[in-house]
């Protein structure tokens, strides 16, 4: 099947930036989608990208470069409520269908 | 905008017994998701519906795993006979049709002992 691969977890101050890389198998590839989820909570939707470049929205920002399958999600200003998982999410056509990566674990310390 | 209801938030069962899962997606999303999340690893998709129909199933465990969703809206995830390797959180979503941001329940924590 379709993989990706992002780093388990990461390790930040409040107040710094983080960047949390995601690489993807091209095959069929639509778009990239980042979303973020609290212990015990729902996954929510943080952004979308179907062509190459930076979308901001925030504090968060998401780039995608098609051409390297690779994508990131940067975090900045941290605050301890940013402390959760983040997934990168592939989709693969239009009809919406999305694989997950397994998460990346980011713990925000004071 | 109510969100993805789910129920139960909790279920534990005993190995070879049933559970069902009930989901009512947000009003107006024709596209329902279930997917599987175990501790640790990301979601997986168990089956996608586009109104009343089935999109995607290829990743659901057939043989004791069923889904519907009779008029486009609630949907029902029934597994029978459960096994330990079942124990997880399963999760409802829900979108617009070809809507690129998905729609996710508080989901079920299910627990096979």
């Known amino acids: 099947g379709q993989s990706l691969e992002q780093p388990s977890e990461v390790t930040a101050v409040e107040g710094a930036i983080v960047q949390i890389n995601c690489t993807y198998q091209?095959?069929?590839?639509?778009?990239l989608s980042w979303y973020q989820q609290h212990d015990g909570g729902a996954p929510t939707f943080l952004s979308y990208?179907?062509?190459?470049g930076l979308e901001e929205t925030g504090r968060f920002s998401s780039f995608l470069s098609r051409s390297d399958s690779y994508g990131y999600l940067l975090l900045q200003e941290l605050q301890m409520k940013d402390s959760a998982s983040y997934f990168c999410?592939?989709?693969?056509?239009?009809?919406?269908?999305?694989?997950f990566g397994d998460g990346t674990t980011l713990t925000v310390k004071p | 905008e109510a969100g993805v209801a789910q129920s139960p938030r909790y279920k534990i069962i005993e190995k070879r017994q049933s559970v069902a899962f009930w989901c009512n997606p947000i009003?107006?999303?024709?596209?329902l998701y279930w997917y599987q999340q175990i501790l640790g690893q990301g979601p997986k998709l168990l089956i996608q519906?586009?109104?009343?129909?089935?999109?995607?199933d290829s990743q659901l465990p057939k043989d004791r795993f069923s889904a519907e969703r009779l008029k486009g809206v609630d949907s029902t995830l029934k597994i029978q006979p459960a096994k330990l390797e079942d124990s997880a959180v399963y999760l409802c979503?829900?979108?617009?049709?070809?809507?690129?941001?998905?729609?996710f329940g508080q989901g079920t924590r299910l627990t096979v002992v």
């Open positions: 979503a829900s979108s617009r049709t070809g809507g690129i941001e998905a729609f």
């Open positions: 091209t095959s069929g590839f639509y778009g």
């Open positions: 990208n179907a062509l190459d």
């Open positions: 999410a592939v989709r693969y056509t239009n009809a919406g269908k999305s694989t």
């Open positions: 009003s107006g999303h024709a596209t």
């Open positions: 519906f586009q109104n009343n129909g089935v999109v995607d």
